[in-house]
């Protein structure tokens, strides 16, 4: 499977404790997203990477969330001292920032599996 | 920031018959519209885009327009089909390469 990839895809914790998800992206792209999705609702942005850079970071991102992309590849997203309004779908996308032989930039996001999270 | 509403939240048609999906945003410098689908327990999948150079754009029974006046972009899908039953979010972005903002979703129900 040549898609974004996420694991865990489900995890299980009691509040308080911490929880680490990793994302691979797509091998050639350059662009990291992490959204996070609740029940009826569409992703909500939470941060994204240009390469190990991370570029920009929503209100929702609070201190006890962390990401990095250390080597520009893969990415992982810490929440520390998890609490219940954590329980979400952590959504990870992919995309290539640049241009085409025809230049038109091709930036569609390709989503991963995401990562159920439930605190207990 | 960026606010994009969405209607209807569910829509139930017959099979065969067109769904219409519309999406209004807020930020003026909005330039990116896609749609995405995604069926229960699987991820966004994204089904038509539109950058706001274009005022329609088609890909077979799929079809979206966008109104930059009014700030309003639809989704329109035309012979629908059981398969085409699933939640479609509409999102803008000011770049297609920066974050997307997402409506709230609007689960289809096709009927056979």
């Known amino acids: 499977d040549t898609g974004v990839s996420q694991d865990p895809r489900h995890k299980i914790t009691k509040r308080g404790q911490n929880v680490t998800f990793r994302c691979d992206p797509i091998?050639?792209?350059?662009?990291l997203y992490w959204y996070r999705q609740t029940l009826g609702q569409g992703p909500e942005f939470l941060t994204y990477f240009q390469n190990e850079a991370q570029l920009e970071k929503s209100r929702l991102l609070s201190d006890r969330f962390s990401a990095e992309r250390p080597k520009g590849s893969f990415s992982t997203l810490e929440i520390q001292r998890t609490e219940q309004g954590d329980s979400a779908m952590y959504l990870c996308?992919?995309?290539?920032?640049?241009?085409?032989?025809?230049?038109?930039?091709?930036?569609?996001?390709?989503f991963g599996p995401g990562t159920r999270l439930t605190v207990l | 920031g960026e606010n994009v509403e969405q209607h209807p939240s569910t829509l139930s048609v017959q099979e065969g018959d067109s769904a219409v999906i519309k999406c209004t945003y807020s930020?003026?410098?909005?330039?990116?519209f896609p749609w995405y689908k995604q069926e229960l327990g699987k991820r966004p999948q994204l089904i038509i885009d539109i950058r706001s150079n274009v005022g329609e754009k088609k890909d077979q029974r799929i079809a979206v327009t966008l109104n930059k006046t009014a700030k309003h972009f639809s989704l329109h899908i035309t012979e629908t089909q059981p398969e085409d039953s699933a939640v479609y979010f509409c999102?803008?972005?000011?770049?297609?390469?920066?974050?997307?903002?997402f409506g709230s979703g609007t689960q289809l129900t096709v009927l056979p």
């Open positions: 996308a992919s995309s290539y920032r640049g241009t085409t032989l025809l230049s038109q930039s091709y930036n569609e996001q390709f």
């Open positions: 999102a803008a972005s000011k770049d297609s390469a920066r974050q997307l903002t």
């Open positions: 930020d003026s410098a909005s330039n990116y």
């Open positions: 091998s050639e792209h350059n662009r």
